[in-house]
């Protein structure tokens, strides 16, 4: 994946090297920011508090781990914000301004996080964050943001049991992943057992906290419980742990390059995840992971997310094309990185609903918004700043992709403080 400083930034105006784009698209777009041109508010009606917005350009920040251990899970979350303002510039930008970037590398170091979340707040103005990934990334940047009253647009999967006027969450929160991914393992697949596995931190330590107590609540049992720091590489222990203990379920929250080692030893240990015995349900490995792991590693494993690359509905079938088209016939897409891509989607969609790019007054205008467009099919923006999403179970295949086995009818309610699980 390279290398980088993390004490460099990186400045675009959202064009990447390799990005192809024909001349009838170029020449589509230039007449699309033609016309919004004309509409384009003055900078003094939309920029009262000094953010980084001229008459023709608006600066946001991305911030995520381009390197260190998470950097396996991130890139993607990186190239689908990118995308999504390449698609916003072509389309006239927001309130008729290009949006350019100032990337920042969290290096997979929480510190490192808050310090350049309070650079791209105090040096380079930003009007919007997209970034971080672990909880624990978030929990570092989310005391900067407040202080300076940014905004910040989070894409992972989490624990829930926060909610900031000054972030909007677009992955799913802990009743529309953990609780929900088992329900269906009990009552799918007879599940009583379970061994809850993570990495030390706090987003797989609160996860498995409400896990034990929805098992707990359901009369069933929990025969084991390990943590790892994040970048371990050794397994065994655990794995012959497992073995003994025989769980009907290994519940998994282990995250980025950490998911390599743990999943090709189980395989070297004889486990065979198409058999289900046990059956592996991960809230943690996505596509991205799985490229890295290798799909002959992880066969037969389930995940409970909202979105697999796999879904067919159209939104979806232009975005992985454009995605790939961006990046490569090779890339894949996670849960994670489609939820990023929603992110500058949800805050154009608020800018202009609000006629402003000042925090407090695109903050009022969240609840109800939504998005038709999204790949995961619709979203919608709760009073709550989390999202209105369906929760979906998948079974990774030989090839790395998910088969879809199981999904809500209805989008769910996001409750990011369930009652009796704080």
């Known amino acids: 994946m390279g290398t980088t400083d993390k004490n460099a930034s990186i400045r675009s105006p959202g064009k990447r090297p390799g990005f192809r784009k024909s001349l009838m698209t170029l020449a589509a777009s230039v007449m699309l920011a033609t016309s919004a041109q004309a509409a384009t508010p003055s900078t003094a009606e939309v920029n009262t508090t000094d953010l980084a917005v001229t008459d023709d350009t608006v ?11 998470m950097a396996i899970s991130e890139i993607g979350s990186v190239q689908a914000e990118k995308l999504a303002i390449e ?3 072509a389309s006239g930008g927001v309130l008729g301004r290009q949006i350019e970037f100032v990337q920042e590398d969290g290096a997979s170091d929480w510190p490192t996080f808050a310090e350049k979340s309070r650079k791209l707040l105090r040096q380079d103005n930003v009007a919007a964050i997209f970034g971080a990934w672990t909880s624990a990334s978030r929990k570092a940047i989310l005391p900067v943001i407040e202080q300076y009253n940014g905004m910040l647009y989070y894409p992972t999967f989490y ?16 009743t529309q992943q953990i609780l929900a991914g088992i329900d269906w393992a009990v009552k799918e697949k007879g599940a009583k057992s379970f061994y809850l596995l993570g990495s030390d931190y706090i987003w797989p330590r609160t996860s498995n906290k409400i896990a034990r107590k ?3 609540k359901l009369g069933l049992k929990v025969v084991g419980e390990e943590y790892y720091p994040l970048g371990h590489t050794q397994f065994n222990s655990v794995i012959n742990k497992i073995k003994l203990k025989k769980p009907d379920v290994i519940f998994a929250s282990v995250v980025g390059g950490s998911n390599v080692a743990f999943y090709k030893q189980m395989k070297a240990a004889g486990v065979d995840f198409t058999d289900e015995k046990p059956l592996l349900l991960t809230i943690s490995v996505t596509e991205d992971e799985i490229r890295g792991i290798g799909g002959d590693n992880v066969e037969g494993i389930y995940a409970s997310m909202k979105y697999f690359q796999s879904l067919d509905n159209p939104n979806n079938k232009e975005f992985v094309a454009a995605f790939k088209e961006t990046y490569g016939d090779d890339m894949v897409i996670g849960d994670v990185t489609q939820a990023a891509y929603l992110g500058p989607w949800l805050w154009k969609a608020a800018v202009e609903k609000a006629g402003s790019f000042d925090i407090d007054k695109i903050r009022e ?12 099919g619709y979203v919608r923006i709760h009073e709550n700043h989390h999202l209105w999403s369906k929760t979906r179970i998948g079974q990774a295949q030989l090839d790395g992709q998910y088969k879809v086995v199981h999904e809500t009818e209805e989008l769910m309610e996001p409750d990011p403080f369930p009652e009796g699980y704080q």
Not at 59 to 69: E, K
Not at 159 to 173: A, K, R
Not at 365 to 371: K, L, R, S, T
């Open 59 to 69: 600066t946001v920040g991305i911030l995520h781990s381009i390197t260190g251990t």
């Open 87 to 89: 698609q916003i510039n």
């Open 159 to 174: 624990e829930g049991l926060e909610q900031s006027p000054n972030v909007v969450y677009t992955g799913q929160e802990a």
């Open 214 to 216: 929805h098992i707990d």
């Open 365 to 376: 205008e969240f609840a109800g918004i939504e998005f038709t467009k999204a790949p995961e």
